[in-house]
């Protein structure tokens, strides 16, 4: 060998040992820099920073539907219907032919008050009942062509405001806010219906009971939008 390759062979000793060098963790710490310590402080930071947003989405949560309310009950105006009959028409609109229990079921209300909106409804013309194939005695609640009309005259007048003023918005906005409420809604169902094991029951006193209870359901549902 010669000394020219000697000394590379050496060099690239050199490099490798230095190589294994930098890769070494002192004991305790990650690879990115600071103990485990830290980095299980600065979780914890962000899971408070989660958990304070969070609250803040669930505030606003009440005075939205009640501003939403109002805004679809001026909309309505002159066509006799309530903010409660818009949402199961809207059902109706989206979901086709349902039952009342379904209807129920989807709107997430007894069904008493269901089966007033659709005879009010009926009266004015905008839904009728038709023969239900899967079950006799329980009939199907459909739109008529009136109730379609209805519902197409507010959808199409409330899509133009939603775009205009919500313009800045992009559909990856509105797909994380769909998704944020959707497991909102999750985790409220299961607090409302008590399938959570409280942190006495589980064995584990690390877990740390839900401090917050869910919102009193109001009595007619925030309409669904576009």
């Given at each position: 060998m010669s000394v020219d390759e000697g000394d590379a062979a050496g060099w690239k000793g050199v490099e490798h040992k230095d190589a294994e060098r930098k890769d070494v963790t002192p004991k305790g710490c990650t690879r990115e820099g600071?103990?485990?310590?830290?980095?299980?402080?600065?979780?914890?930071?962000?899971?408070?920073?989660?958990?304070?947003l969070l609250h803040?989405?669930?505030?606003?949560?009440?005075?939205?539907?009640?501003?939403?309310?109002r805004a679809v009950e001026r909309e309505l105006q002159g066509t006799g219907m309530t903010?409660?009959?818009?949402?199961?028409?809207?059902?109706?609109?989206?979901?086709?032919?349902?039952?009342v229990p379904q209807l129920a079921r989807?709107?997430?209300?007894?069904r008493q008050p269901v089966q007033r909106w659709v005879n009010h409804a009926?009266?004015?013309?905008?839904?009728?009942?038709?023969?239900?194939?899967?079950?006799?005695?329980?009939?199907?609640?459909q739109l008529t062509t009136e109730g379609s009309e209805v519902m197409r005259g507010i959808q199409d007048s409330v899509s133009a405001e939603l775009r205009r003023g919500l313009a800045d918005l992009s559909a990856a906005d509105v797909s994380t806010a769909l998704r944020v409420l959707d497991r909102l809604g999750e985790e409220f169902r299961h607090l409302a219906?008590?399938?959570?094991?409280?942190?006495?029951?589980?064995?584990?006193?690390?877990?740390?009971?839900?401090?917050h209870t869910a919102p009193t359901q109001p009595t007619e549902p925030s309409p669904t939008t576009p």
């Open positions: 600071g103990t485990r310590e830290d980095v299980e402080r600065k979780g914890a930071v962000e899971s408070a920073a989660v958990e304070d803040d989405v669930i505030r606003r949560l009440w005075p939205l539907h009640r501003t939403i309310v903010a409660g009959e818009h949402a199961l028409l809207d059902a109706l609109r989206t979901q086709g032919p349902r039952t989807s709107l997430d209300l007894d009926a009266d004015l013309g905008l839904v009728v009942t038709a023969p239900n194939p899967a079950h006799r005695r329980s009939s199907l609640i219906d008590g399938s959570h094991v409280p942190p006495e029951e589980s064995g584990n006193p690390d877990i740390q009971d839900a401090t």
